[in-house]
């Protein structure tokens, strides 16, 4: 059973640019969650989503970000107009619909560096 | 809101010494309570959790916790540490909702010969 895949693992921008960072939740998992890393700190949530709905983007940058996770296909984390703050790994993970225990598991992470 | 702490930075342990990492929270009600592993350039792994019942909880590569709610802390123990254990180790609790982790700021782990 493969677990949490990401991809790419690593990106780099320069800063105006796209970033597009894909997250593909475990099989059988509903639920995603988007969490980013800065470098010397813990991860700090952004959106829970579950398909074609977002539940709770409360930890989203108002401008430039944006998370969808579609009914077919991986969940996409979208950074318009990259700048160097936005340099960072954002990891991904899920959860099961019935998880009455809360677990997530977590993907290997996506390296973002912009220059 | 939901907290963890986490006080100390970096730890540096001597192989085959025994370990304890420290984990305080902030909750409403009976918490949830988790620690996860970080290898360098790596995701996080799930140790160990705790939800209810035993307050003494077992993990994995040989890792536990105890609950102690009368000092608010679920702190991590490894017996005699190896130095494939040197990581960076999270606790963390989900909020209110359960909609979202709350992670410590972190301790890094250092395994000196």
């Known amino acids: 059973n493969a677990g949490v895949m990401q991809n790419p693992r690593h990106l780099v921008r320069r800063r105006g640019q796209e970033a597009r960072l894909r997250c593909s939740p475990m099989?059988?998992?509903?639920?995603v969650y988007w969490y980013r890393q800065l470098p010397e700190e813990g991860l700090k949530f952004m959106v829970y989503?579950?398909?074609?709905?977002?539940?709770?983007e409360s930890g989203m940058p108002k401008e430039r970000f944006s998370a969808e996770f579609p009914k077919e296909g991986p969940s996409i984390l979208r950074i318009q107009q990259v700048v160097r703050g936005d340099s960072a790994a954002y990891f991904c993970?899920?959860?099961?619909?019935?998880?009455?225990?809360?677990?997530?598991?977590f993907g290997p992470g996506t390296r973002l560096t912009v220059t | 809101a939901q907290s963890v702490t986490q006080p100390d930075i970096h730890i540096t342990v001597s192989e085959g010494a025994s370990l304890e990492l420290r984990c305080n929270y902030s909750?409403?009600?009976?918490?949830?309570l988790f620690w996860y592993v970080q290898s360098p350039g790596q995701g996080l792994q799930l140790l160990l959790k705790?939800?209810?019942?035993?307050?003494l909880v077992q993990g994995i590569k040989g890792f536990e916790a105890e609950f102690k709610r009368s000092q608010s802390s679920f702190n991590l123990r490894k017996p005699s540490v190896h130095w494939s254990d040197a990581a960076e180790y999270f606790c963390?609790?989900?909020?209110?909702?359960?909609?979202?982790?709350?992670f410590g700021t972190g301790t890094r782990l250092l395994v000196s010969p």
């Open positions: 993970a899920s959860s099961p619909q019935t998880s009455g225990s809360f677990e997530q598991y």
């Open positions: 099989k059988g998992h509903s639920h």
């Open positions: 989503l579950q398909k074609e709905n977002i539940i709770d």
């Open positions: 909750y409403g009600a009976t918490p949830y």
């Open positions: 705790y939800f209810s019942g035993d307050t």
């Open positions: 963390a609790v989900p909020n209110t909702g359960f909609q979202k982790l709350v």
